[in-house]
Nanobody, 121 residues
Framework: QVQLVESGGGLVQAGGSLRLSCAAS????????MGWYRQAPGKQRELVAD???????NYADSVKGRFTISRDNAKNTVALQMNSLKPEDTGVYYC???????????????WGQGTQVTVSS
């Protein structure tokens, strides 16, 4: 069993900053990619940013230059620093990780429960 627990969401004014954190725990052999997704009301879940185990990053165009993803492989954590927040960044943010529970098992996608981010104008 693997758990992803997010923290750090909240209400912030436009132009402000928030930092999201996600910690993976449980029966973990290794974690490959980790990332953050978000879902706004009435919209599909979309990728915000992801990061490989080696540290290569990828961002949605809408957040480039404003958000920074980072991870700590030793602690099985991933963080998302969000600066210059806009009202359109509002949504539920989900942590995602590709986890192998044994050396011989395939990677499976795990998701956190989500944390609400609300940006007021």
């Amino acid at each position: 069993q693997v758990q992803l627990v997010e923290s750090g969401g909240g209400l912030v004014q436009a132009g402000g900053s928030l930092r999201l954190s996600c910690a993976a725990s449980g029966n973990i052999f290794s974690i490959n990619g980790m990332g953050w997704y978000r879902q706004a009301p009435g919209k599909q879940r979309e990728l915000v940013a992801d990061i490989t185990r080696g540290g290569s990053t990828n961002y949605a165009d809408s957040v480039k230059g404003r958000f920074t993803i980072s991870r700590d492989n030793a602690k099985n954590t991933v963080a998302l620093q969000m600066n210059s927040l806009k009202p359109e960044d509002t949504g539920v943010y989900y942590c995602n990780a590709g986890v192998a529970t044994k050396w011989y098992t395939a990677l499976l996608d795990y998701w956190g429960q989500g944390t609400q981010v609300t940006v007021s104008s």
